[in-house]
């Protein structure tokens, strides 16, 4: 019996098409994030923030952005310095001028990884 060349051909595009499809697909994995607050006083709040995935590995290839904003006042938010601290560690300092409460929401993202948006309030005081 002889299997014609079109039939083939079919099996080899089934089996390219299954292996590209294969090669392509990006599971995302949960990861956990950390936020310590290191210090905050009138004009200078530090964040140290960690991000490990659900083992306790850090990840350092992470994309952080912070942004903070003033619960009872329309403000222009503070300028953010994001530094990267190794093993997974980042550090964000904020520049806070005013005194009262502030919602600060740190998202973050990296490869391959899903990692929940955190939203902190924080009073500074004089």
Sequence with gaps: MR???????????CC?????????????????IHIEIEHTALSLT????HITDTEGTPLDETHI???????????????????????????????????GEWIIQISASAQNFTVPRQTLSLMVSA
């Design 46 to 49: 530090t964040l140290v923030i």
């Design 16 to 32: 390219l098409g299954t292996l590209l499809f294969a090669a392509r697909w990006q599971e995302y994995v949960p990861a956990q």
């Design 65 to 99: 952005t912070v942004h903070a904003t003033m619960n009872d006042m329309a403000m222009l938010p503070p300028p953010i310095r994001i530094v990267p601290a190794g093993a997974g560690y980042y550090k964000a300092n904020l520049s806070l001028t005013m005194t």
């Design 3 to 13: 299997v014609r060349p079109l039939y083939w051909c079919i099996l080899l595009v």
